[in-house]
């Protein structure tokens, strides 16, 4: 069976492609030498996250393999407002804003860290959404800003994939940003208040004990950040087909179930709770996305 999946594969790749593009390549190269250990993630999916820190850079890095075909998730992830609805999932998003009917890609994403409904009060970044390529065979999609919350700068949420087959992709996600003297205070500050005791996917090699001991500090900070935008985007994955404002709604139902299969990580409130503040927040998003119009 395993046979006739990979030699599936291959005429796939082959009668679709037959020049691929550098990116492409490098991507293929890379699923190629990732196959083994995803099949064998600890992740609970097909997933291997990765992160880096240096003075003033912080980087993660999410490579996988999805269940829905590159068109499902060029649909999600290739308009403003389904951005907007993505990042609304999570806990610390206010809101998002949006210019319906634009093709400026522009979003105005207001984040805090209380958890309440109230949208005011909060730091908002503008991002750009750039969707490079759009092909049959690669999709290079990014959000960026220049300026954001708690001293960042540089900001870039990038997005490549390439189709394994009709209905499987193979994606890298990187997400990182550049920090200021500022930022690196504000970084600590968290990490010894709201911060403090939590930790990220990845483990750390290099603490000499016995047993497990996972990635924390601001690398941690980046990859649980780097994994909810995931499963953001294959929550927007799931109901590319819905209308919304139902669309966002199973969208919040969905990422809620699935954050909480990383209670270690990703756990921070209840789903009643959350669930109520986000339909809140999304029903005032859309009275203010419309009053543009």
């Not at 069976?1 to 037959?18: E, P």
């Not at 064998?40 to 240096?54: A, G, Y």
């Not at 990042?87 to 804003?97: A, E, H, P, T, V």
């Not at 949006?98 to 890609?105: I, L, M, Q, V």
């Amino acid at each position: 069976m395993r046979l006739v999946a990979a030699l599936c594969l291959c005429i796939f790749s082959i009668t679709a492609f037959s020049n691929p593009a550098p990116e492409v390549l490098l991507l293929q190269q890379s699923y190629r030498s990732m196959s083994d250990s995803l099949s064998h993630s600890k992740l609970l999916r097909p997933l291997q996250i990765s992160s880096n820190e240096s003075v003033d850079h912080l980087s993660g890095d999410l490579y996988g393999t999805v269940h829905y075909g590159l068109a499902t998730l060029n649909t999600a992830v290739s308009e403003s407002e389904r951005w907007c609805e993505m990042m609304l999932l999570l806990s610390n998003s206010k809101s998002c804003r949006f210019n319906p009917g634009s093709k400026d890609g522009r979003l105005q994403v207001s984040m805090s860290g209380s958890k309440t409904a109230d949208t005011a009060g909060g730091k908002t970044t503008e991002f750009t959404l750039q969707v490079t390529t759009s092909t049959v065979e690669y999709l290079d999609a990014a959000l960026q800003a220049v300026e954001g919350p708690m001293g960042t700068h540089n900001i870039s949420l990038r997005l490549q994939a390439i189709p394994l087959s009709e209905t499987s992709t193979f994606f890298h996600l990187h997400y990182s940003y550049d920090t200021s003297w500022l930022g690196r205070i504000a970084m600590q500050a968290y990490l010894q208040t709201a911060g403090r005791g939590k930790v990220g996917f990845s483990m750390n090699s290099g603490v000499q004990v016995i047993g497990d001991v996972h990635i924390d500090g601001a690398r941690g900070v980046i990859e649980r950040n780097t994994m909810r935008y995931f499963l953001g985007m294959d929550c927007a994955m799931a109901y590319t087909t819905q209308k919304s404002p139902q669309r966002f709604n199973s969208m919040a139902a969905c990422w809620y179930e699935q954050v909480e299969k990383y209670p270690l990580q990703l756990h921070e409130m209840q789903r009643n709770e959350y669930l109520q503040m986000k339909f809140d927040q999304y029903r005032q998003q859309l009275n203010l996305n419309q009053q543009k119009e």
